[in-house]
């Protein structure tokens, strides 16, 4: 009795890996589903920018406003920007205020509080200036 208790429990055990190993396993991994499917919107999204980013087209008939190839848009911004010649200060720069004050860590534009005008030191009393010696004074010709 246990020997055939044994065999039918080595039968049952062939059958259910026979059945596991031929089957599709991707049919039921519901990862690799979800990952084609992601895969089948990423490739859609891709071509639906390729179009819009390599074509000529109409972005608004009504206005006239066309889109043209990223390529062709490209060209066309450095020749502007080459024609209106070199770059200058979109204002008026202001010395006092220090360099590192335009912009906070963050990117957040915020002026720094102008530091107080700088104070010369006082001037010593009026002193003679020694005299230059005869061997620091330059050769004359």
Do not use: C, H
């Not at 608004?60 to 066309?66: L, Q």
């Not at 450095?78 to 010395?95: C, F, K, T, Y």
């Not at 915020?110 to 009393?125: L, V």
């Not at 005299?131 to 010709?141: L, T």
């Amino acid at each position: 009795m246990f020997v055939g208790a044994f065999v039918i429990f080595a039968i049952f055990a062939l059958l259910v890996q026979w059945m596991v190993s031929s089957g599709d396993r991707a049919a039921f991994d519901e990862e690799a589903i979800r990952s084609k499917e992601r895969y089948e919107i990423r490739k859609k999204i891709d071509e639906e920018n390729a179009g819009l980013t390599t074509g000529y087209a109409w972005a608004d008939r009504a206005k006239g406003t066309v889109r043209i190839p990223l390529d062709r848009a490209e060209e066309m911004a450095v020749a502007r920007l080459s024609a209106q010649g070199e770059p200058r200060p979109a204002g008026a720069i202001d010395p006092n205020v220090p360099l590192g004050s335009a912009v906070k860590p963050g990117g957040l534009a915020a002026a720094q509080p102008t530091p107080p005008p700088f104070s010369a030191p006082a001037a010593p009393a009026a002193t003679p200036a020694p005299a230059p010696s005869p061997a620091a004074s330059p050769a004359q010709p």
